[in-house]
């Protein structure tokens, strides 16, 4: 696959994940029936799946891997604690407020994720 599409198809599952991981965070708190609804627990899987899959297709691509550079060990890490929170967040949080504070957390992270890999540094907001 070229470069270009796949770094589009990585981009445009960034953006998608986002949007569905906010929408669903809003019915969460909202206590709405739709977070149930089959498409919401079925197209995010699919989509981050693809966002997944694009990810490493440009590693392999590109040649970078986690725990070699700096930056996507960062965010590899920082994806696993996305993962663990958001599944707290619309999932495994006993309470409203514990669920909310973890969305609002794996929200802080995406932005994070999002910062390292536009400056390739793990330490984006320092440098």
Do not use: C
């Amino acid at each position: 696959m070229d470069y270009t599409l796949l770094k589009q198809l990585h981009l445009a599952t960034i953006a998608l994940t986002l949007t569905l991981f906010v929408l669903r965070g809003v019915w969460m708190m909202a206590d709405s029936p739709r977070l149930q609804a089959r498409w919401a627990r079925i197209v995010p899987h699919v989509n981050d799946t693809l966002l997944l899959v694009s990810g490493i297709g440009l590693a392999l691509l590109l040649q970078q891997y986690p725990l070699v550079h700096g930056w996507l060990t960062a965010k590899f890490f920082a994806l696993i604690a996305y993962i663990v929170l958001g599944t707290f967040a619309l999932k495994r949080g006993k309470t409203r407020g514990q669920r909310i504070v973890a969305w609002i957390a794996a929200l802080l992270v995406f932005g994070y994720m999002v910062a390292v890999a536009i400056a390739h540094d793990p330490l984006p907001f320092i440098r």
